[in-house]
């Protein structure tokens, strides 16, 4: 059974649904931030208009927050990287998502898994948009640039104020 979270921002709410059968693993990892309120009051700290917007790791003023250890990436499940979903977060490593997640706003079928070696592995998608997507949609279009040593960085914070099961 599918589960829902609202990312309730500066700039309006977002409604997720999130697919616990095809990605039981990175569905459970992100329930618990919310649960553990690892969310609220963290920023969008990386925006890249007709590309994503990216989360769930940042205070404002780029101050990071404590995450638990990585998880195994789902990119194997069959969901792919198309607009509106979203998907876990990683460093080049592919077993390296643990807090941070992204909502694309394209169809990115490059970030979609293609094989299980470190550049076939992409993103894992967990779930999808399902209200919320004109807010996706005015996030994408924030002025950006370098701020804290990071780029694409919005220049008026657009914060996650809570995020809840719904």
Known sequence: MAKNVELHTTAGVIRL????????????????????????????HRVIKGFMIQ????????KQKPTRDPIQNEANNGLTNDRYTIAMARTSAPHSASAQFFINGTDN?????????????????????????????QIEK????????????PL?????TKAVEA
């Open 109 to 137: 079928d490059f970030l979609n898994f293609k094989s299980e070696s470190p550049s076939g592995w992409g993103y894992a998608v967990f779930g999808k948009v399902t209200e919320g997507t004109d807010v996706v949609d």
């Open 142 to 153: 924030v002025k950006t640039g370098n701020r804290g040593g990071h780029g694409d960085v």
């Open 17 to 44: 649904e999130l697919d616990d059968e095809k990605a039981p693993a990175t569905v459970a990892n992100f329930l618990e931030y919310v649960r553990a309120g690892h969310y609220d009051g963290t920023v969008f």
């Open 55 to 62: 989360g769930g790791g940042f205070e404002p003023g780029l």
């Open 156 to 160: 008026e914070d657009v914060t996650i």
